[in-house]
């Protein structure tokens, strides 16, 4: 049986379109790993964070499903209501 990793990486070196969108979306997963990670060490749960923030549970879900991209300025919320910071860092090529 193959591994997930596996079947992914085979139908991405298969497929030049699908490669070029699951690499323009790379980063946009990577922030929301990054959300969830913060909310979860914070042991804060979506419902709790979003009191914090002063929202609705279902917006917090909608920024750490992926699916759309909040604004820098939820980014900055979520990031001061977990306690910590934004920042930007140096792509390793």
């Not at 979306?25 to 969830?36: F, K, N």
């Not at 919320?77 to 860092?89: E, H």
């Amino acid at each position: 049986m193959k591994s997930a990793l596996a079947l992914r990486d085979k139908q991405l070196a298969a497929n030049s379109e699908l490669r070029a969108e699951y690499d323009r979306l790379g980063p946009v997963y990577e922030m929301v790993r990054q959300l969830i990670s913060a909310r979860k060490a914070a042991g804060l749960t979506q419902a709790s964070l979003a009191k914090r923030m002063g929202t609705q549970q279902s917006v917090i879900a909608r920024m750490e499903n992926g699916g759309r991209l909040p604004s820098f300025e939820m980014v900055a919320r979520y990031a001061r209501a977990t306690g910590r910071q934004i920042a930007l860092v140096p792509v390793r090529n």
